[in-house]
T-cell receptor
Framework: ETGVTQSPTHLIKTRGQQVTLRCSSQSGHNTVSWYQQALGQGPQFIFQYYREEENGRGNFPPRFSGLQFPNYSSELNVNALELDDSALYLC?????????????FGSGTRLTVV | GENVEQHPSTLSVQEGDSAVIKCTYSDSASNYFPWYKQELGKGPQLIID?????GEKKDQRIAVTLNKTAKHFSLHITETQPEDSAVYFC??????????????FGQGTTLQVKP
């Protein structure tokens, strides 16, 4: 059984650019959530995807968008990058929509915006 | 919406001692409370969770207690070992987010276990 894998592990982008982060969910998991973790803080919910549709969103602007594919993998896209977008982006998968069964997190993508 | 406060922010204990981390939540409708351990360079790892219909849950050296009336829950680690050193996060499911798995995390506790 493979866990959650994220790519790339590290990324440096310039303010104003666009970025795409990728996530492969754990085998058997059909729900993917994305979280942003600023340095020294707890993760903050960006959105969740279930059956290829966004079904929940945190307090993030529309320039944060995502996709889920038929194999349950997912992408997070961020447009018009700002310095404050620098953070660790975590992908989490679960076998049910409501996360009562516990998320499995990936190791994250460290994004630095300069 | 839900808000989770976690204390202390740092905790240093001697190997073999116990460690306790406490969290409070604001939404009395919240019904699921997981704890995560995050080591350097890794994502959070679920170590134990509890639902609101249970007051205590144990798994070897780790236990979680929940007081619904006071809206607080605690993580207890007994016989601490150096490998327990990490950042620990409590979380609560955001009941107001409907059927999503949105979790609200605390600010984290850095636990250092001294050999």
């Amino acid at each position: 059984e493979t866990g959650v894998t994220q790519s790339p592990t590290h990324l440096i982008k310039t303010r104003g650019q666009q970025v795409t982060l990728r996530c492969s969910s754990q085998s058997g998991h059909n729900t993917v959530s994305w979280y942003q973790q600023a340095l020294g803080q707890g993760p903050q919910f960006i959105f969740q995807y279930y059956r290829e549709e966004e079904n929940g969103r945190g307090n993030f602007p529309p320039r944060f968008s995502g996709l889920q594919f038929p194999n349950y993998s997912s992408e997070l896209n961020v447009n018009a990058l700002e310095l404050d977008d620098s953070a660790l982006y975590l992908c989490a998968s679960s076998s049910r929509q409501g996360a009562y069964y516990g998320y499995t997190f990936g190791s994250g993508t460290r994004l630095t915006v300069v | 919406g839900e808000n989770v406060e976690q204390h202390p922010s740092t905790l240093s204990v001697q190997e073999g001692d116990s460690a306790v981390i406490k969290c409070t939540y604001s939404d009395s409708a919240s019904n699921y409370f997981p704890w995560y351990k995050q080591e350097l360079g890794k994502g959070p790892q679920l170590i134990i969770d509890i639902r609101s219909n249970v007051g205590e849950k144990k798994d070897q050296r780790i236990a979680v207690t929940l007081n619904k009336t006071a809206k607080h829950f605690s993580l207890h680690i007994t016989e601490t070992q150096p490998e327990d050193s990490a950042v620990y996060f409590c979380a609560a499911r955001d009941h107001g987010s409907g059927n999503t798995g949105k979790l609200i995390f605390g600010q984290g506790t850095t636990l250092q276990v001294k050999p």
